[in-house]
C-alpha cells in the first residue's frame, strides 16, 4: 500500500465530486452519475479511474472549454434493436449510461440491443455498464476509442488508443464475471497512478519513437501527448508474446467504436487542432446487450457460468501460488475490504481535493 494512506469514506467522496461538477454547471441528475461512474471503480479497486482522473481529466476539461458540462444526447438513428446517439461533446458517463439502458430495453422485447454513440468523451470505468446489463440477467459488452497511445505491432508510433473491449456476464455467485481491460499492455491511468507514487514504470508498457523501452514516468506522460512515446500492445513489442493480439483487439474496438456512427478515429482523437487551439476529444463508444433467456433459463445460465468459474479455481496450481481467481473476483473482494474503510487516498490526491474544496467553498473536510 501506498505511504501516507488515507481512507476516505465512499459517501463523502461520491458527494464532494457531484457537488464539485454542480459548481461547474453540470446538471444535478448528471453529476451524480459521473460521480457514481467514479466512485464504483474506487470501490472496485480500479484506482486508474476512479478520483484520480476526477481534476484532470474531467475538472480541468470543463474549464478548458472542451468538455460540455451539459449532456445534450440526440438519437441519430434508431430501429428495433440498434440505434446512434450523438453527445455534443457532453459527459461521457451520462450518455453512456442512456445507451446502454437503451441497449437493454431493446434487448428486454427483442433478444439482444446494440447502440453506438459519437462525439462523446471520457466515459470512465468501462465495467459499470455492462455490469448494468448483467444486474438484469444480460451479457452485458462495451468498447471505446480514446485518444492515440498504442503504437501497432513493429511500429513506434502511438496510433490507437488504450481501447478497451470489456464483458460482464452474470453468474450464481456474489459476483458477476467482469473482464475490463484495455487492449494495451498497460494505459494511461495506472502510469498516472505510477507518477503519483513516485514510482518507475515496468519494463515494457512503454517504448520512445526509435523503440527504446521507457521507465521514466513522469517524462512518459508529457511524451505520450507529444507522440514521442507509445504503450506496447498487449501482449508486448513484436510477436515473441503475441502482441500483434492485443493490437487486433484494439483495432477491432477502434473500428466498431467509429465506423458504426462514421465518427472521427485515431490520430483525429486529440485535445488539439490544426491550428494548436484544445478541441474536444468526439470519442465514440458501444454497447450491447444480449438477453439470457432468449437462449436459455437464466438460472440454469447462471449456475452452468458458476460452475464453470468454481471449476478454474479449483484447478491445480503453480509452485508457490496458493489461489486461482476468475475474472471480477479480485474487485469484489477489494470491495468487501474497502466498504467499511474507504477510497485509499495519498497526499497527491488529498491535495488536489482539498484544493478543489476550498476552491468552490464546499465544506467538506478530508484532513
Known amino acids: 500500500m501506498m505511504d501516507n494512506t488515507k481512507y476516505i469514506n465512499f459517501d463523502l467522496l461520491e458527494r464532494f465530486m457531484a457537488d ?14 459521473v460521480a457514481d461512474v467514479l466512485i464504483t471503480s474506487d470501490k472496485l479497486g480500479i484506482d486508474s479511474h476512479g478520483i484520480g482522473r476526477f481534476k484532470p481529466i474531467y475538472i480541468d476539461r470543463i474549464k478548458d472549454g472542451i468538455l460540455n458540462p451539459v449532456t445534450k444526447i440526440d438519437v441519430i438513428k434508431e430501429t428495433y434493436t440498434t440505434a446512434i446517439l450523438d453527445a455534443n461533446d ?20 427483442y433478444g439482444m440491443g446494440m447502440v453506438t454513440v459519437k462525439n462523446s468523451s471520457h466515459y470512465g470505468f468501462a465495467g459499470y455498464y455492462p455490469l448494468m446489463a448483467s444486474k438484469e440477467g ?23 488508443g488504450t481501447n478497451p473491449l470489456t464483458f460482464a456476464i452474470p453468474t450464481d455467485e456474489e459476483f458477476d464475471f467482469l473482464l475490463d481491460c484495455a487492449t494495451s499492455t498497460s494505459q494511461r491511468g495506472k502510469i498516472e497512478k505510477y507518477s503519483r507514487e513516485g514510482k518507475p514504470l515496468p519494463e515494457g508498457w512503454v517504448i520512445d519513437d526509435e523503440g527504446n523501452v521507457r521507465t521514466d514516468t513522469d517524462q512518459v506522460l508529457i511524451d505520450l501527448t507529444k507522440g514521442k512515446a507509445a504503450l506496447t500492445p498487449l501482449g508486448g513489442i513484436g510477436e515473441e508474446l503475441a502482441g500483434y493480439k492485443g493490437y487486433g ?14 465518427g472521427p478515429f485515431m490520430k483525429a482523437l486529440t485535445d488539439v487542432d490544426e491550428s494548436g487551439n484544445k478541441k474536444p476529444y468526439k470519442l465514440g463508444h458501444f454497447f450491447i446487450a444480449i438477453n439470457v433467456e432468449n437462449f436459455v433459463e437464466i438460472d440454469k445460465f447462471r449456475k452452468q457460468t458458476g460452475d464453470m468459474l468454481r471449476e478454474l479455481r479449483s484447478s491445480k496450481k503453480a509452485p508457490g501460488c496458493d489461489r486461482i481467481y476468475t475474472a471480477g473476483e479480485k474487485e469484489y473482494l477489494t470491495y468487501q475490504y474497502r466498504k467499511d474503510k474507504g477510497v485509499p487516498m495519498n497526499d497527491v490526491l488529498i491535495k488536489q481535493i482539498n484544493e478543489l474544496n476550498n476552491k468552490y467553498s464546499l465544506e467538506y473536510k478530508f484532513n
Open 90 to 109: 457532453g459527459m461521457g458517463h451520462v450518455v453512456s449510461k442512456k445507451a446502454m439502458e437503451m441497449a437493454i430495453e431493446k434487448a428486454k422485447i
Open 249 to 262: 483487439y484494439a483495432t477491432v474496438v477502434e473500428i466498431l467504436s467509429s465506423a458504426l456512427h462514421l
Open 20 to 33: 464539485v461538477f454542480v459548481k461547474l454547471g453540470v446538471p444535478a441528475d448528471d453529476a451524480k452519475i
Open 138 to 160: 444480460m451479457i452485458g459488452i462495451t468498447g471505446t476509442n480514446a485518444r492515440p497511445s498504442i503504437a501497432p505491432t513493429f511500429g513506434v508510433e502511438n496510433m490507437l
